[in-house]
Nanobody
Framework: QVQLVESGGGLVQAGGSLRLSCAAS????????MGWFRQAPGKEREFVAG???????????RYADSVKGRATISRDNAKNTVYLQMNSLKLEDTAVYYC?????????????????WGQGTQVTVSS
């Protein structure tokens, strides 16, 4: 497993942007598929975006319909970091965002598929 630490959350106005970062420790980060999930108050944790493993920064990506066109996931294997750029933020994007990882080629979208999790970072979108 890798250790994951998220950062970059905060308070942002609707329509604004935010970039979340997830720093991973461990020599095998490049072989991990990485995902971002979020959990709003009173709701279940849900998949937001994921990126496949890869030697270089490119990787195939998957997005939830709710963020498609507004979110971009990327990774920098040299820095052991995965990013989530969120634009045109909406009130309903308010949640705790979690980074997750799994040593697999494909990008899982289910919670149970991931075996490494960060502690989460709060994103609050205000009107």
């Amino acid at each position: 497993q890798v250790q994951l630490v998220e950062s970059g959350g905060g308070l942002v106005q609707a329509g604004g942007s935010l970039r979340l970062s997830c720093a991973a420790s461990g020599p095998t980060f490049s072989s991990y598929a990485m995902g971002w999930f979020r959990q709003a108050p009173g709701k279940e944790r849900e998949f937001v975006a994921g990126i496949s493993w890869g030697t270089w920064s490119a990787g195939s990506t998957r997005y939830a319909d709710s963020v498609k066109g507004r979110a971009t996931i990327s990774r920098d294997n040299a820095k052991n970091t995965v990013y989530l750029q969120m634009n045109s933020l909406k009130l309903e994007d308010t949640a705790v965002y979690y980074c997750a990882g799994r040593p697999t080629i494909v990008v899982p979208t289910t919670i149970s598929a991931y075996d490494s999790w960060g502690q989460g970072t709060q994103v609050t979108v205000s009107s």
